[in-house]
């Protein structure tokens, strides 16, 4: 299903021997990928902490009553069903058409490839945003003033079954999509960019073990307590982010360098 | 790039530096390069701040949610270890890739953005509590310490000793100006209490009982009751071992800028 | 389930849904039927619990009196509540202002540890602070074990008549009073604009520069790490210089200041307090569990007892009482049932002896059974890795006088 690289390279509409300045217009175009996304994502953010400010105390108390399973249960169900898709979907689709000849890759191409990178990280920074400042400390603020009852209580349906599942959905094509489609990082992998995928993705793997050890051996609502700890060590895959920032840059930097210098042709 | 690394790199990579160096004189360049900064610094802000937060709340946040956690024995030695875990890798990779001083204060800035937000929505909104029960505590000017001190030694490692130490004394006096208040005497059925104990009894956490704060507990051993300025020079010592420990996390880390040729 | 506004509404769309539960403002504080059916039988039993009133008005006084006992059959693999526990009461946060709370007369500002086998007499006084609908539980909170809840009791608490805002005063030891709900926030504010505009002046001197990030990593590289430090400017030194100084003169002034606002201050206090418990008023009943056994399809528990009466007046059994729920024996009628009250089977327990006379030793078969024990999951006794139970048995005498003394022991499922 690989398919070669035959897209058109043009970055600007108008002639392509304007010189370097109509070649530069490109990457200037306003964000629309950027713009829509963080839209969407925001407003279902928003959407759903009305949805936690009107309905958690509500009705989302007992895990056990008609109303939360009428009222919560589905939104877990319909989160679960929409991530999951979205995420395998997207990477499948992604890994089937994958590219393989990296040099059939024209240098504006790959540039405008890594202002999409950027696009999607821009995209998943806002979302890391609303995370937290909306999320992470709701459910602390709702463990310290409710009774624990089961794992699927308002707050975790939205923190750990959605917003930051949310954030690996976007993660992991993002993922498979730069592997695939910037020849920097064609047939290898980028051990930064593994790091901050995995430590992400297992935070969901990892409510296993805080929700085990809630059930017996730690009973109090202390956030600070050593069982929360793994969510932490996972955080720190972020310390990735710095290594990951600098490939990126050390890659862009170059075809910046080479892509507007004064005496560059474009390449085939 | 390390010089060990450098010494070993390619003619071709070599040329392709020279027209890195080149660009800087293009203004076509530049405008991109600006560009770049704008997203990096949005992308890269970001991130830190669901870093911080995650890590800051599950390590040290109980005592950062009520006043009545913020004791002199535990909070100044827990806060600052937490931050400067977190801080560390970040000053490290800053400094040493574009020698820019401003982890510490960029992350310990957006704490203190992210926690307002955060305990307005959720501890004043979500459930009820009155601000001055719950409000944040700041660390900036910890982290302007602690960046401004590296840029005067420009060394990570003197910066580690001196700002780390600064960092972890400072975090009472800092906090103090807004703090005492909460440190007012009352009395309650003839009981001594502080307001801050006052609301942490009034104001109802149901599952946050009083024994659950782990705060100071009076002992014979106090020295004379010094525990503020015996706490401060401990958490300095704190700031400086575990700076340390994570600038050099930090540059383990960033010697992983590399690409493997599979998925081990 | 007691929502049945909600039920009322049918299948109006989420929406609907929102609005009407914004209107009701309808608040539940559960959470403890998840905890496994033995170990809420074998913790605490709470009784006579009593809220009042049940309507009341922002602004308005609420007390909760209750009785609750420590049971015997505590739960080895449980940490004890020998050894710290706290009274609070199930809200959904402060939603309520708690003024007082005591325990056999002694003040619960602070944790305190309850020997078992004995009865504490508790009371807590609220204000109430948001209005609402609210299933308030009393408490315990057993450190290492969690939260022990007793039934719930609903609240009306309208909005307030004046529209003024609520406030909470006190007055602190140095004469001030003081409005806790925004106490001191103005200098919290201030402060903290003082530290973001100073952070945000440092961030904003390293990234308005033309040469940021890309540049910047370009010369870096370039220098190599041994002259790289030749990228900082001696404006960028002199700017250090002035932000190290402004911060440590600014954090020494805040320090000075607040200290001179407030001369006087003390540390967080704390500490545990001591509470001498009641003894269990047994009265002249001897009770020895022989067996015990619950339907696993069904809604009931069996017990059969051996019951001795050591006094001179007979002894009526009037109720059992496990997990917060109360089955009656409708034959006695001295039992009390509170306004407001839930998890009450008033005809729930069937007694095989009417009332054991003065001397005599008789085999009792009790019968506690009602849609409760399904609805409360008393049923799920089957998964705990634990199947033993206890309860409290309340009896009168011909007086009219209320004993109670812990039953428990091992029960078995019947399956059929």
Not at chain 3, 352 to 379: F, H
Request: proline share 4%.
């Amino acid at each position: 299903m690989a398919k070669a690289n035959t897209q058109s390279v043009a970055l600007d509409s108008g002639t392509l021997d304007n010189g370097a300045d109509s070649k530069l217009a490109g990457h200037f175009k306003r964000n629309r990928f950027v713009y829509t996304f963080g839209a969407l994502i925001l407003a279902v953010g928003l959407a759903l902490r009305i949805y936690l400010d009107t309905m958690g105390f509500t009705v989302g108390t007992d895990y056990y009553s008609d109303e939360f399973q009428t009222y919560w249960m589905p939104v877990l169900y319909g989160e679960l069903i929409l991530l999951g898709s979205f995420t395998v979907i997207l990477s499948v689709y992604l890994w089937m058409t994958r590219e393989t000849d990296a040099s059939s890759i024209s240098k504006e191409l790959e540039l405008q490839r890594y202002w999409k990178m950027l696009s999607i990280f821009s995209v998943m920074a806002v979302w890391a945003g609303a995370i937290a400042s909306n999320a992470v400390e709701s459910d602390a603020a709702w463990h310290q003033v409710t009774i624990r009852d089961t794992d699927f209580t308002p707050t975790h349906i939205i923190i750990f079954y959605f917003a930051l599942p949310a954030l690996t959905a976007m993660l992991i094509p993002a993922f498979i999509w730069t592997h695939t489609r910037i020849p920097a990082y064609m047939n290898k992998v980028s051990i930064p960019f593994l790091a901050v995928v995995c430590g992400i993705l297992m935070i969901m793997p990892n409510y296993g073990f805080n929700e085990w050890g809630h059930t017996f051996f730690y009973a109090e609502e202390l956030f600070a307590a050593p069982i929360h700890w793994g969510f932490v060590l996972l955080g720190w895959s972020l310390f990735f982010l710095i290594p990951l920032a600098f490939q990126l840059i050390s890659n862009m930097t170059r075809l910046i360098a080479e892509t507007t210098a004064e005496d560059y042709s474009q390449s085939a | 790039m390390n010089e060990t690394q450098a010494s070993e790199i390619t003619a071709s990579e070599n040329k392709g530096r020279l027209l890195d160096m080149k660009s800087l004189d293009n203004p076509r360049a530049m405008k991109l390069y600006r560009r770049f900064d704008g997203i990096i610094i949005l992308v890269l802000f970001m991130f830190l701040v669901l870093g911080i937060q995650i890590h800051f709340t599950l390590t040290a946040g109980d005592w950062d949610y009520w006043i009545d956690w913020r004791d002199r024995r535990w909070w100044p030695l827990v806060a600052p270890f937490s931050l400067l875990i977190f801080i560390g890798p970040f000053a490290y990779g800053l400094w040493a890739r574009v020698r820019l001083p401003i982890a510490g204060t960029v992350i310990t800035l957006l704490l203190c953005v992210v926690s307002w937000v955060s305990r307005y929505l959720n501890f004043y909104e979500f459930t009820h509590f009155p601000m001055s029960f719950v409000f944040p505590s700041t660390y900036i000017g910890l982290g302007i310490l602690l960046d401004c001190t590296l840029l005067i030694t420009r060394s990570l490692l003197v910066s580690a000793i001196t700002g780390g130490a600064l960092f972890g004394a400072l975090v009472w006096p800092l906090n103090w100006s807004f703090m005492a208040a909460s440190k007012v005497p009352v009395e309650l059925n003839g009981m001594l209490l502080s307001v801050a104990d006052l609301m942490g009894y009034q104001y109802i956490r149901t599952t946050t009982p009083e024994y659950l704060r782990i705060i100071e507990e009076s002992t014979l051993r106090t020295f004379g009751g010094s525990v503020t300025p015996l706490t401060a020079v401990f958490s300095g010592l704190c700031g400086i071992v575990v700076y340390g420990l994570f600038l050099w996390i930090g540059a383990r880390v960033n010697q992983l800028e590399i690409f493997s040729k599979r998925i081990v | 389930m007691k929502t049945l506004k909600m039920k009322r509404m049918g299948v109006s769309g989420v929406l609907a849904g929102l609005m009407l539960v914004l209107l009701a403002g309808e608040v539940l504080a559960h959470g403890e039927r998840a905890q496994l059916a033995s170990m809420r039988m074998r913790t605490v039993h709470w009784f006579d619990t009593k809220v009042e009133p049940l309507n009341v008005k922002v602004g308005d006084i609420v007390t909760v009196t209750g009785k609750l006992m420590t049971s015997e059959w505590w739960p080895k693999q449980m940490a004890s509540i020998e050894d710290t526990v706290y009274l609070n009461i199930g809200v959904p946060g402060p939603t309520f202002l708690r003024l007082h709370s005591e325990v056999n007369g002694v003040p619960m500002v602070r944790s305190t540890a309850f020997p078992l086998g004995k009865v504490y007499e508790y009371k807590t006084v609220l204000r109430a602070r948001v209005a609402g609908r609210y299933h308030v539980h009393p408490i315990l909170n057993v450190k290492d074990s969690g939260s022990l809840v007793d039934k719930g009791t609903w609240l009306e608490v309208a909005e307030s008549d004046s529209t003024a805002p609520f406030t909470n005063e006190v007055t602190t030891m140095l004469g001030d009073t003081i409005d806790l709900e925004n106490y001191a926030l103005g200098d919290v504010y201030g402060w903290h604009l003082v530290w973001l505009a100073i952070g945000i002046a440092y961030i904003l001197y390293w990234l308005l520069r033309k040469e940021l990030f890309i540049p910047r990593f370009i010369r870096v590289r370039a220098f190599g790490q041994d002259r790289a430090n030749e990228i900082i400017t001696k404006k960028d030194f002199v700017a250090g210089g002035v932000f190290f100084t402004l911060t440590l003169a600014t954090i020494l002034g805040g320090y000075l200041w607040a200290e001179h606002k407030y001369p006087i201050t003390i540390p967080l206090q704390t500490g545990k307090v001591d509470v001498v418990p009641i003894e269990v008023p047994t009265g002249d009943l001897e009770v020895v569990v022989d067996s015990a056994s619950y339907a696993l399809a069904g809604r009931s528990l069996t017990m059969r007892v051996n019951v001795t009466n050591h006094g001179d007046s007979p002894i009526r059994i009037s109720e059992f009482l496990t997990a917060n729920i109360r089955f009656l024996n409708p034959n006695v009628t001295e039992s009390e049932i509170y306004p407001g009250e839930e998890m009450v089977a008033k005809d729930g327990l069937s007694v095989s002896v009417d009332a054991v006379a003065p001397g005599q030793s008789v085999a009792v078969e009790l019968v506690a059974s009602d849609a409760l024990w399904e609805q409360y999951r008393m049923t799920g006794i089957i998964n705990d890795p634990d199947s033993r139970f206890a309860g409290l048995l309340f009896y009168y005498d011909d007086n009219g006088e209320r004993f109670f003394q812990e039953v428990g022991g091992a029960i078995l499922p019947a399956f059929f």
